[in-house]
């Protein structure tokens, strides 16, 4: 199973590479920009209710 970390990670880098920032992508996730934070750092469970708008 993949860490929380490495997903972590891994969004990150694709946020970076679409030139988006953290507000940005929680507001095309409808997410908090802290939930991204927290997904990015590895803090906690992430959970997306709609992933095919991510990326």
């Known amino acids: 199973m993949i860490s929380a970390e490495a997903v972590g990670k891994r969004i990150c880098t694709l946020r970076k590479e679409k030139q988006l920032s953290q ?16 997904w990015e750092t ?9 992933r095919s708008t991510a990326f």
């Open 42 to 50: 590895g803090y906690y469970h992430i959970y997306w209710p709609n």
């Open 23 to 38: 507000e940005q992508l929680a507001e095309q996730l409808n997410v908090s920009a802290q939930a991204v934070s927290k």
